[in-house]
């Protein structure tokens, strides 16, 4: 099992994962647990995919299933895409899992889609969010939704960030807060993350451990003042020191867009050394 989780915002939309996978019940190994692709025409749509299950093997069967049944789409229709996804996962349970009987594994799989044409005012359309539990597959009309280990955790932290019209940037924090909260207070969560977000301008970005590790430390500090936020509230801590609590959030925000903005740049720099070393060694 591992956490998968959709969030979606104004037009844009972001999907995270850790990357743990434990195997046999204590052995761990890191794996990318999302992808995406786009979807030409007819169907112009691109989408995110990912899941949780007891077995990483059938999990990864299962998901192709589904992907080969979304390049059957011949519209951005989300209704179509359910229909088809239905009949494929049907047809993948009968084939690989029904037939071991009642200790088979279970599947769980989160897909994000979204339409690349804009809308009648120019905007791109909002992602909208599919959760498959083996055969049964629903959309989520709040948009947020997590499957696996840690999900109630990652639900509830979705629900009080309220990110329904936030921003890019908001919602790359969100995630990196919720990765950060599940990592750290989940067994069995841990490793890597990787987000993936599509933007309101139909673009994807991929997000890998070394991205949002600065984005991490600087949520530990949001956790400490948000601490003593509620120590002003119960009167713990005197009127000054609450009132400087303000100007301390302001400076988490400024230091979050700043680490955000320099992110082509590290990663550039990052790609620079790598390709260094590959030429130092021949």
């Known amino acids: 099992m591992s956490l998968v989780s959709i969030l979606l915002g104004a037009n844009c939309g972001v999907m995270l994962a850790d990357s743990q996978e434990t195997i046999s019940g204590y052995a ?3 794996v990318n647990k999302l992808s995406s692709k786009g979807i030409p025409a007819p169907a112009q749509v691109q989408y995110a995919i990912g899941g949780a299950a007891d077995s990483g093997p059938y999990l990864d069967s299962f998901n192709w299933a589904l992907e080969v049944a979304l390049h059957k ?16 996962a049907l047809t993948f349970h009968k084939r690989h899992i029904w037939p071991q009987g009642n200790n088979h594994p279970r599947l ?32 989520i009309e709040s948009g947020n939704k997590s499957v696996g280990i840690g999900s109630y955790l990652a639900d509830y932290l979705a629900e009080t960030l309220n990110m329904a019209g936030g921003d890019e940037s908001q919602l790359l924090a ?3 807060y919720i990765l950060k909260q599940a990592k750290r ?6 490793l890597n993350g990787n987000i993936l977000l599509f933007g309101s301008d139909f673009r994807q970005d991929g997000y890998e451990q070394e991205d949002i590790e600065p984005l991490e430390q600087i949520m530990t500090e949001f956790d ?4 003593l936020t509620f120590s002003g509230m119960m009167e713990r801590i005197g009127e000054e020191r609450l009132v400087s609590i303000v100007g301390e959030m302001q400076s988490i925000k400024g230091r979050y867009q700043k680490a955000v903005a320099e992110m082509p740049l590290e990663r550039k720099r990052r790609l620079n050394e790598w390709m260094e070393r590959k030429r130092r060694l021949g």
């Open 108 to 139: 769980e799989t989160l897909i994000m889609m979204q339409p690349t044409t804009p809308n009648s005012d120019g905007r791109a359309p909002i992602p909208r969010t599919i959760y498959v539990d083996q055969t049964a597959v629903n959309i």
């Open 28 to 30: 761990k190994k890191s």
């Open 185 to 190: 207070h989940v067994d069995g969560v841990g």
């Open 73 to 88: 789409l011949g519209s951005p229709n989300i209704y179509e895409a359910q229909e088809l996804i239905e009949k494929a």
């Open 174 to 176: 969100a995630a990196v």
């Open 224 to 227: 400490a003042v948000m601490g």
